[in-house]
């Protein structure tokens, strides 16, 4: 399968990168990239460059294609890949807001669009460990979830026709979906509340009080303003607690006092399992790791903490 990526900044080249060396079945056919760079990175790799992202798209070579771009260009490239029949993996956020998120899943729906999103983060070893052993604690009541990182380097974050919104749709996206993978619950309502402390236009802090399924509430923390990271998750249940940490690995139950180390593993990258899932659905031999309904539903949620923060009330997701 001859795939062509569009956008090979600091995240795209990774992708071409494991395609390159990682993934058995696919080959890089093409890049397109506006900057010179890209010229370089297609001598590197040995595949064609497009400063046209729509020239890539149009490209008989090209089998399948993934975009990994500021989510404002999302729509367009969704259009197009549906245009000429092209399968898309497309990088999350699915889009820059609700209404473009909307007519994308829609396009996969009806058939027009074969989709898949890259919400990579249900490939970490320790979200996988809480989906396996959240069914043994019981009924789950809350969850608490923080996932923080430094301050942005991408200039784009800073520009909302882009980025359309800050760390909301750019960091909380992947809690949202990974509780939603986690529970099989769906997030219904949320109250919330913004910063901003180093980003000048869009809220680089999130704090959603968060209703789901089933009566179940929680806390998510989300934020890109200090010099240190974590990702930790809580989950409440009848019969204990099942708590960690996906970026350090750790994963343990407590019950009463007594903490069981369920042993998650060394980390690993989330691209290549994504790659290789999305390989053989393309093939027809695996389902759609991720759909364009799982993309919507996390975007909406996003939509939903935004519309809250501005209103000051909770605000359902639509």
Request: net charge positive; proline share 4%; glycine share 10%.
């Amino acid at each position: 399968m001859r795939i062509g990526i569009i956008g090979t900044g600091k995240h795209g080249s990774r992708y071409a990168r494991h395609i390159i060396r990682d993934i058995d079945g696919l080959t890089l056919a093409a890049i397109s990239r506006r900057s010179p760079q890209g010229k370089k990175q297609a001598e590197e790799w040995g595949c064609r460059v497009y400063p046209d992202w729509r020239d890539l798209i149009l490209d008989d070579r090209v089998q399948a294609v993934i975009g990994v771009v500021p989510p404002a260009l999302n729509l367009a490239i969704c259009r197009a890949c549906a245009d000429v029949g092209k399968p898309l993996l497309l990088e999350k956020p699915l889009a820059a807001g609700l209404a473009d998120a909307r007519e994308i899943a829609a396009l996969a729906r009806n058939g027009a669009l074969r989709l898949t999103v890259g919400q990579t983060l249900r490939y970490n070893k320790v979200i996988g460990c809480f989906k396996k052993y959240l069914p043994d604690l019981g009924p789950l009541y809350t969850v608490s979830v923080n996932q923080r990182i430094e301050p942005s380097t991408l200039s784009w974050h800073e520009d909302p026709r882009l980025a359309g919104a800050g760390v909301s749709y750019h960091t909380a996206v992947h809690v949202f979906d990974a509780l939603r993978f986690i529970t099989g619950l769906e997030i219904v309502r949320v109250m919330a509340m913004t910063s901003r402390r180093h980003n000048r236009v869009l809220e680089d802090g999130l704090l959603a009080l968060i209703e789901m399924e089933n009566n179940v509430q929680g806390v998510v923390d989300c934020s890109k303003i200090g010099q240190a990271r974590s990702g930790r998750f809580d989950f409440v249940c009848r019969q204990g607690q099942l708590t960690g940490d996906q970026i350090y690995g750790t994963c343990e139950i407590i019950h009463h006092t007594t903490r069981t180390d369920l042993k998650p593993g060394s980390a690993v990258g989330t691209i290549v399992p994504l790659l290789a899932d999305w390989r053989d659905y393309l093939a027809g031999t695996g389902p759609n790791p991720v759909t364009g309904e799982d993309g919507l539903a996390a975007v909406a949620v996003c939509d939903a903490c935004l519309r809250a923060a501005t209103d000051q009330c909770w605000a359902a997701v639509r």
